[in-house]
């Protein structure tokens, strides 16, 4: 496996992280593809363009962490596993949630770098 491709995704990873947490859209935008189907935790799927939405007028994120992540690569695709605790809270609300899953990643090669165009997190059992 070519260690320097999967170093790029996993910096790509937390460039997307940085971004949430700095509330940075453009960023945010550039790390996910025109066709993005984005599946939350909480069963709801998103377009790119509902994601970005959300992002910018519903929530606020306070802290994404990762665990180890686990990094396929397939050519210009990558597949990237690994358990996500993300810390938000509502656009004018006080009280932060804190929501544990784990995340597949589906990460693609372009003319604009390493994208995210399926992104899909599960809930953990309680």
Same mark, same amino acid.
């Given at each position: @496996?070519?260690?320097?491709?999967?170093?790029? $995704?996993?910096?790509?990873?937390?460039?997307?992280?940085?971004?949430?947490? *700095?509330? &940075? =859209?453009?960023?945010?935008?550039?790390?996910?593809? &025109?066709?993005?189907?984005?599946?939350?935790?909480?069963?709801?799927?998103?377009?790119?363009?509902?994601?970005?939405?959300? *992002?910018?007028?519903?929530?606020?994120?306070?802290?994404?962490?990762?665990? *180890?992540?686990?990094?396929?690569?397939? /050519?210009?695709? *990558?597949? @990237?596993? /690994?358990?996500? $605790?993300?810390?938000?809270?509502?656009? /004018?609300? &006080?009280?932060?949630?804190?929501?544990?899953?784990?995340?597949?990643?589906?990460?693609?090669?372009?003319? &604009?770098?390493?994208?995210?165009?399926?992104? =899909?997190?599960?809930?953990?059992?309680?």
């Amino acid at each position: @496996m070519n260690q320097q491709l999967i170093q790029e $995704i996993i910096e790509a990873e937390g460039q997307r992280r940085a971004a949430l947490i *700095a509330d &940075d =859209h453009e960023a945010i935008n550039r790390l996910f593809t &025109d066709d993005l189907v984005y599946v939350h935790t909480t069963g709801m799927v998103h377009d790119k363009t509902e994601y970005l939405a959300y *992002a910018r007028n519903v929530v606020r994120y306070l802290n994404v962490e990762r665990g *180890a992540l686990e990094v396929r690569v397939h /050519g210009d695709v *990558a597949v @990237m596993t /690994g358990y996500q $605790i993300n810390t938000l809270q509502k656009r /004018g609300e &006080d009280t932060p949630v804190r929501g544990e899953g784990f995340v597949t990643q589906v990460w693609l090669k372009g003319s &604009d770098g390493w994208q995210i165009t399926s992104f =899909h997190g599960s809930r953990l059992p309680q």
